[in-house]
């Protein structure tokens, strides 16, 4: 079920009659988007937003906020409905990374530091243990739409007036109670680089990533969710984690790739793949055959949200390392075409894994739902470690449940263990429990005696 928030956001946000394209503004969103540009298309039609709420950016004549929105969504539409459309917007965003060589400036980071030193996660003005930063001094201080404001005070580290507050969703902050942030169009994310020695130095690094914000409020894979968040810190880092299994799994040498399932906007898939180039520097993994070979291929039955995974993945220098597929995880027609694109020779993924996948994590002590005939035609059979690792609410519908083992069934699954958010310190508003957790699962196999 969606929240509700979204739910009224999405009767607000309904609009009707034809698409009209009067203003300059207006065609240039329009071209940009038919050319493949979307990233840009995305950003003038949230400055021009922006600029109409708060009067703060330099566009002078920007459209009414609905025929912005009606015009994105429409011309979005037509670039999809093409069949290679997502073929067209890989290789434009390979040509443009390849001439750059960097990573796109269509978003200025509001990142509070440089990334290249260590940093002390206790002397960060959101840090572990204190108050949810409210919704207002996070908008005012961080949100795409207070940008161009003089920063009050309150925006700088109380302890150093120079330095501005931490905006960045990052392991030992709160921030991340922002999430969904429904409304931002991008969003700036820090993680940990896993470093090997006997006193590793802390290395961090920025990950930005592109949500469709006010152009596609009622999209709920347009945005990240706090469950993915999770599941890419994990993956990012699986034995700060606990799950050790991530390590084994990717370091052996018949590891093939990984799966995301209902990959959103892609930060799980782009973490796990930025942690694999990272271990490659200094690892077999990087030999040949497999230093530029796909690592991930994260698959969503909605094309602009894959679209998005695309271009988060060439930002964030991990294009040539992740692959998107079309793919619905609730048919099993689907998943098996899947499967036979990717592996034709047989066999299945090392890794599985995925996020708040509403329906498919409905009903799962039931040994016919779907989830288990998904996993048993997806998951590699010949890796003894291969494994699943989903992020999901714990309690309620989504919550993931075996069936009980009465009977031993060709697909059966067992849990190895549940990880609260709280290992990543992901509290509730209150303080409480995470609301929050990742469960490891692998095939349960079955005793012949």
């Given at each position: 079920?969606?929240?509700?928030?979204?739910?009224?956001?999405c009767?607000?946000?309904?609009f009707?009659?034809?698409?009209?394209?009067?203003?300059?503004?207006?065609?240039?969103?329009?071209?940009?988007?038919?050319?493949?540009?979307l990233?840009?298309?995305?950003?003038?039609a949230?400055?021009?937003?922006?600029?109409?709420n708060?009067?703060i950016?330099t566009?002078q004549?920007?459209?009414p906020?609905d025929?912005?929105?009606?015009?994105?969504?429409?011309?979005?539409?037509?670039?999809?409905?093409?069949?290679?459309s997502?073929?067209l917007?890989?290789?434009?965003?390979?040509?443009?990374?390849?001439y750059?060589?960097?990573?796109?400036n269509?978003?200025q980071?509001?990142?509070?530091?440089s990334?290249?030193?260590?940093i002390n996660?206790?002397?960060?003005p959101?840090?572990?243990?204190?108050?949810?930063?409210?919704?207002?001094r996070?908008?005012?201080?961080c949100?795409?739409?207070?940008?161009?404001?003089?920063?009050?005070s309150?925006?700088?580290?109380s302890?150093?007036?120079?330095?501005?507050?931490?905006?960045?969703?990052?392991?030992?902050?709160?921030?991340y109670?922002?999430?969904?942030?429904?409304?931002?169009?991008?969003?700036?994310?820090r993680?940990?680089?896993?470093?090997?020695?006997?006193?590793?130095?802390?290395?961090?690094?920025?990950?930005e990533?592109?949500?469709?914000?006010?152009?596609?409020?009622?999209?709920?894979?347009?945005?990240?969710?706090?469950?993915?968040?999770?599941?890419?810190?994990?993956?990012n880092?699986?034995?700060?984690c606990?799950?050790?299994?991530?390590?084994?799994?990717?370091?052996?040498?018949?590891?093939?790739?990984?799966l995301?399932?209902?990959a959103g906007?892609?930060?799980?898939?782009?973490a796990?793949?930025?942690?694999m180039?990272?271990?490659?520097?200094?690892?077999?993994?990087?030999?040949?055959?497999r230093?530029n070979?796909?690592?991930?291929v994260a698959t969503d039955?909605?094309?602009?949200?894959?679209?998005l995974?695309?271009?988060?993945?060439?930002?964030?220098?991990?294009?040539?390392l992740v692959?998107v597929?079309e793919?619905?995880?609730?048919?099993?027609?689907?998943?098996?075409m899947?499967?036979?694109?990717?592996?034709?020779l047989?066999?299945?993924?090392?890794?599985?894994?995925?996020s708040?996948?509403q329906g498919?994590?409905e009903?799962?002590?039931?040994?016919?739902a779907?989830?288990?005939y998904?996993?048993?035609?997806?998951?590699?059979?010949?890796n003894?470690?291969?494994?699943?690792?989903?992020?999901?609410?714990?309690?309620?519908?989504?919550k993931?449940d075996?069936?009980?083992?009465?009977?031993c069934?060709?697909?059966?699954?067992?849990?190895i263990?549940?990880?609260?958010?709280?290992?990543?310190?992901m509290?509730?508003?209150?303080g409480d429990?995470?609301d929050?957790?990742?469960?490891?699962?692998?095939?349960?196999i079955?005793?012949?005696?």
């Open positions: 079920m969606r929240p509700l928030v979204l739910t009224i956001l009767a607000l946000n309904k009707a009659g034809e698409i009209y394209l009067d203003g300059s503004i207006l065609n240039v969103i329009q071209n940009l988007i038919l050319a493949g540009r990233s840009e298309g995305r950003r003038i949230n400055e021009c937003i922006a600029y109409n708060y009067r950016l566009y004549e920007c459209p906020n025929d912005i929105v009606k015009t994105f969504k429409h011309f979005m539409t037509l670039f999809y409905k093409k069949d290679d997502l073929y917007l890989n290789n434009l965003l390979q040509n443009e990374y390849r750059t060589g960097t990573t796109s269509a978003f980071s509001s990142n509070c530091w990334g290249d030193k260590s996660f206790m002397d960060f959101f840090r572990v243990g204190s108050m949810l930063p409210d919704v207002t996070w908008t005012e201080c949100s795409f739409f207070s940008r161009y404001y003089e920063k009050p309150k925006c700088f580290d302890k150093d007036s120079r330095s501005p507050l931490c905006c960045d969703l990052s392991f030992g902050t709160d921030n109670l922002e999430l969904p942030a429904l409304k931002e169009p991008y969003l700036s994310i993680l940990e680089q896993q470093t090997t020695g006997t006193n590793p130095t802390p290395k961090y690094q920025i990950i990533v592109e949500q469709e914000g006010q152009l596609g409020l009622c999209d709920v894979s347009g945005v990240l969710w706090p469950s993915g968040y999770l599941l890419g810190l994990c993956l880092n699986p034995m700060i606990g799950v050790p299994e991530i390590m084994k799994t990717i370091e052996s040498r018949d590891f093939t790739m990984a995301e399932l209902g906007i892609g930060f799980p898939s782009i796990f793949a930025n942690a180039k990272n271990l490659c520097q200094n690892n077999w993994l990087c030999a040949p055959a230093k070979a796909t690592m991930v039955f909605s094309k602009s949200s894959l679209g995974v695309l271009s988060n993945s060439f930002r964030n220098d991990v294009g040539h692959n597929s793919t619905d995880h609730m048919n099993l027609e689907s998943v098996s899947l499967r036979d694109r990717f592996l034709p047989g066999g299945g993924f090392d890794l599985i894994f995925g708040s996948l498919f994590f009903g799962t002590s039931n040994p016919n779907t989830l288990w998904s996993l048993d035609l997806l998951l590699s059979r010949s003894p470690d291969a494994i699943v690792i989903f992020g999901h609410i714990r309690t309620g519908n989504e993931i075996v069936p009980s083992a009465k009977e069934r060709v697909n059966s699954f067992e849990i263990r549940r990880i609260s958010g709280d290992i990543f310190h509290n509730t508003r209150d429990t995470s929050f957790e990742l469960v490891v699962l692998r095939r349960h079955c005793n012949t005696d």
